[in-house]
């Protein structure tokens, strides 16, 4: 079961890679990505891994000439012939991927042919710690010149757990670390703290602070420019209902906490840190009870939505509308529907979250949109339109969402 789960794996790379790269016709990435996760009902960033894996171990077509191997021909070949799983194969490219610049292509190429040998023979874990071994060999001094560094830089935020706290890791390149050791150095003992009393902090979290002390300095300080219409600021929406209760609540025990606000970004904010954070500086506060005299109906007079409709729709819609879509709204792009080539008009009712992917499908009619009782409906045209409830979780359990001028 196995030798025949590998074998499969190898297929399915070599199709991955004709259906990203066709080799008689273009096509649309996005598209494609759309109908996989639909059909396959396999991650987005799942079916984008294996689109990079199979470039790599495919051969590659120049602009001219001749068909070009692949970047890792070794691996190629044994991925194909089925004798590899995928923890072999992270194990066989990651060991080449930490490999600096400096090291001559032959070397690079030796040590690939070595690690899919080791590959071939023990498990994954061994693998990877070989791989380490020969790195140390090809660059003794531990050398990297700044594009390697580049290479490897990235932070990764972790999805929130059911306590609201997020596992952060990554790698910081020398700039970033020298930032960073700058703020945490000023977070001492004793600084930076809510009140007078004694610092019982650890190290660790002296550091959490530090950062947390960073961001919000750069964000009040107003220079991180525009973000989609809006100063790059923390958006957070709630109801003046939960927003008065919970100013009740922080100075009466008595009175229960009510749920958390939701951040741009699709994350929970306990409302205790709402006010807080409210009463230290001018966010953009997004509390919606009624319109405004704001102007949200713009008709055919503006095509850019404004900053107050963007504001709407992460109160109405939180991410993306497509049904299956998480992009928060932080991520998405302003929709019309009708679409403004259609004669659509910029008005706050007519004007829906999409993901940019999603909305340039729309675009081009690959999907089709269309109001369904103040909610966006997407279709394929092979069925209805249907509604996202993945974003509102209160939808999803009720079974008949009310109508949204009732759910606010």
């Given at each position: 079961m196995e030798a025949q789960e590998r074998t499969n794996r190898g297929l399915m790379y070599r199709f991955f890679g004709e259906i990203a790269d066709p080799p008689d016709e273009s096509g649309s990435t996005a598209a494609v990505r759309s109908a996989l996760w639909a059909r396959l009902r396999i991650t987005p960033n799942e079916i984008t891994r294996r689109f990079k894996l199979a470039a790599r171990i495919?051969?590659?077509?120049?602009?001219?000439?001749?068909?070009?191997?692949?970047?890792?021909?070794?691996?190629?070949?044994?991925?194909?012939?089925?004798?590899?799983?995928?923890d072999h194969i992270r194990a066989v490219c990651r060991a080449i991927d930490v490999l600096p610049a400096r090291v001559s292509p032959t070397d690079v190429t030796t040590a690939e042919r070595k690690l899919v040998e080791q590959a071939t023979r023990v498990d994954a874990g061994i693998v990877a710690k070989v791989g380490q071994r020969i790195a140390d060999y090809l660059n003794p001094d531990g050398l990297f010149s700044d594009d390697d560094r580049a290479r490897r830089r990235g932070v990764q935020l972790g999805p929130q757990g059911p306590d609201g706290m997020s596992r952060l890791t990554g790698l910081l390149d020398p700039q970033a670390r020298a930032y960073f050791e700058a703020i945490a150095a000023a977070v001492r003992p004793g600084r930076h703290q809510p009140d007078e009393a004694r610092d019982e902090r650890s190290p660790a979290q002296r550091c959490h602070?530090?950062?947390?002390?960073?961001?919000?300095?750069?964000?009040?300080?107003?220079?991180?420019?525009?973000?989609?219409?809006?100063?790059?600021?923390?958006?957070?929406?709630?109801?003046?209902?939960?927003?008065?209760?919970?100013?009740?609540?922080?100075?009466?025990?008595?009175?229960?906490?009510?749920?958390?606000?939701?951040?741009?970004?699709?994350?929970?904010?306990?409302?205790?840190?709402?006010?807080?954070?409210?009463?230290?500086?001018i966010h953009y506060l997004a509390v919606f009870d009624e319109h405004t005299e704001r102007p949200l109906y713009l008709g055919r007079q503006k095509r850019v939505a404004t900053a107050d409709q963007r504001l709407i729709c992460y109160a109405r819609d939180r991410g993306c509308t497509r049904p299956g879509c998480l992009e928060s709204g932080y991520r998405c792009e302003v929709h019309h529907a009708p679409d403004w080539a259609l004669g659509g008009s910029t008005d706050a009712d007519k004007l829906f979250f999409a993901c940019s992917a999603d909305h340039a499908m729309a675009s081009r009619g690959e999907l089709r949109t269309r109001v369904i009782d103040g909610r966006l409906g997407w279709t394929d045209g092979t069925g209805p339109p249907e509604i996202n409830h993945a974003h509102h979780p209160d939808e999803l359990l009720r079974g008949d969402p009310d109508p949204p001028e009732q759910a606010a």
């Open positions: 495919r051969p590659r077509r120049s602009l001219t000439g001749p068909p070009l191997p692949p970047e890792l021909p070794e691996l190629a070949g044994v991925v194909e012939a089925g004798a590899l799983g995928d602070d530090a950062l947390k002390l960073g961001l919000q300095t750069a964000i009040a300080s107003g220079g991180l420019g525009v973000h989609r219409g809006h100063p790059v600021t923390v958006v957070l929406t709630t109801t003046l209902a939960e927003l008065d209760q919970a100013s009740h609540a922080v100075i009466d025990a008595s009175t229960p906490m009510p749920a958390a606000a939701r951040t741009g970004g699709g994350s929970r904010l306990p409302m205790r840190d709402l006010i807080a954070m409210a009463a230290r500086a």
